[in-house]
C-alpha cells in the first residue's frame, strides 16, 4: 500500500467505518466464524449470496450489505452478486448479471418527469423506472464531477478517497506528480474483473481522465469527444501555443480544424456509439456463447452547461416567442449574462435549454436499452443510471454547480433495473448515496 494511503486509511475514518474494515480484514483471513455481531440478521442472507465468492470479493461484500439490504432486500442486494456473490468466476455467466452503469453528468433529480417534473423531460428513463426501482432520496457526495464520481465507483466518501480539488494537480505536481488516487478504497472495476468480468468506460470529460486516477480495473478507458484542449497529441502544441501568446497560429489553427476547439458541442451520441461498438465486439464476437459477464459504464456530459441541446431538442421546451440574449452559452463564463436578478423570462428560457439537453440524452440512453434487449439480454443486466451532482438555477443565490450544497445541487436521480431481481414500480423512499453502489 502507497504510504499516503496507508496513512490516510489509518488516521481518517471514524470507529462505524474502522469495525467494517476490521471486519473486512478478518473474513479475508478467516471466513465467516469471524463475523462480528453487526451484521445481525442479514448474515444468513449475506452468507447465501457471496458462498464460494473469492476471499476479496467477501472482505467487500460485509461492508456492502449494511448499505444495500435495507433498501431492496437481501435478494436485490444488487452488486454483491455481480462482484462474486453467486460464486464468483467458475459459476455460469446467467448466475452473474452484466452491468451497465450510466452516469449523466448534472442531471438533478428533480428534472426528470419520473421525480415529478411538470416538462415531459424524460420519457425512456421514466420507462426504465417502471420497470425497476426508483429511489426518491438519493445523494451525491458533493457538487462536481471529479470527487464524486471516485464515491461513485469506489463506494468511498470524500474523506476517503482523498480529492475535493482537481487544484491539488497543480499543486503536487511539482515535481512529484498527483497522489495515487484514491487514497482509500479499490474502483469497482477491479473488483469484477477479478471475477471474470469484462470492463469497459466510455467517459465525455476531462474530469475522468487517467490523471486523476481513474481507469484501473477497465480493460477500456476512452474519453469520447477530445478536443485540442486535452487530446493526447493536440494539447502540448496547444499549450506551447498559447503560453507563447501566439494568437494568430492558434487563429490559424481554429480556422483549419474547428471542431477540435469545440470543447462543447454535443457527445452523447458519439459516446453511446463507442460503447455499443464495444458490446457488438464482446457480445456478438466468436465467442458469445460462453461469454463472459460484462461492466459497461457510460459518462454522458451533456446535459453539463453550455446548455445547447441538438436539434428538435434546442426548441423543444422553449417559448416560440422568447426573443431575450440567453442562448445557453457560457453560462459559467465571467462575462455571462446569466446573473442574479436576470428577467424571468430570460431565467426560464435558461431552464427551457438544460431541460432540452435532458431530453436529448434521455433518447441516448434509450439507444443503450434497445441493444439489450436487441440481444435478449435484458433479464440477466443490471442496468442502474444516477448522476454525479445537479445544477441550480439560483434557488439560492448561485448558479451551476460546485459554488454550493443544496439539494438542488446534491440530489441525484438514481433508478435500477434488473427484471430478474426487481420489482417493477418499486419505489425507496429512504435515503441512498453514490457511496452505495459498490461493494
Known sequence: ??????????ASPGPRLASFRTAAR???????????????????????????APRVALARAVIFVRRIVHYLGAACALLLVACGGSGGADRPAAARPNVVLISIDTLRADHLSCYGYARTTSPHIDRLAEQGALFERAWSTTSWTL?????????????????????????????????????CGTFLPELLRAVGYRTAGFYSWKYLEPRFGFGPGFEVWERIGHSVYSHPEHAPRFEALRQAGDKAALEAWRER?????????????????????????????????????????????????????????????????????????????????????MAAADLEHLK????????????????????????????????????DHGEEFFEHGQKTHRVQLHPESLRVP?????????????????????????P
Open 352 to 387: 427551457a435549454l438544460y431541460d432540452g439537453e435532458i431530453a436529448w440524452v434521455d433518447t441516448q440512453v434509450q439507444r443503450v436499452l434497445d441493444a439489450l434487449a436487441a440481444r435478449g439480454m435484458e433479464d440477466d443486466t443490471l442496468v442502474i443510471l444516477t448522476s
Open 257 to 341: 480544424e474547428p471542431k477540435l476547439f469545440d470543447d462543447q458541442r454535443p457527445t452523447s451520441g458519439e459516446t453511446v456509439d463507442a460503447a455499443l461498438a464495444w458490446l457488438e465486439k464482446v457480445v456478438d464476437g466468436p465467442r458469445s456463447a460462453e461469454r463472459e459477464p460484462f461492466f459497461l459504464f457510460l459518462h454522458l456530459f451533456d446535459v453539463h452547461d453550455a446548455y445547447k441541446p441538438p436539434p428538435p431538442f434546442d426548441t423543444r421546451f422553449t417559448d416560440p416567442a422568447y426573443r431575450g440574449p440567453i442562448t445557453g452559452d457560457q453560462v459559467s463564463s465571467p462575462k455571462s449574462l446569466v446573473v442574479p436578478g
Open 147 to 183: 470527487p464524486a464520481h471516485l464515491s461513485m465507483l469506489t463506494g468511498e466518501h470524500i474523506s476517503a478517497h482523498g480529492v475535493c480539488d482537481d487544484r491539488l494537480w497543480d499543486v503536487v505536481g511539482k515535481p512529484g506528480g498527483p497522489p495515487q488516487l484514491p487514497l
Open 26 to 52: 478478518r473474513v479475508a483471513a478467516g471466513g465467516w466464524k469471524v463475523f462480528p455481531r453487526w451484521t445481525g440478521g442479514a448474515k444468513r442472507a449475506l452468507r447465501t449470496a457471496i458462498i464460494g
Open 1 to 10: 500500500m502507497p504510504p499516503t494511503r496507508a496513512l490516510h486509511a489509518a
Open 414 to 438: 438514481l433508478v435500477m433495473r434488473w427484471p430478474a431481481r426487481i420489482a417493477p414500480r418499486t419505489r425507496v423512499s429512504g435515503n441512498a448515496g453514490l457511496v452505495d453502489l459498490v
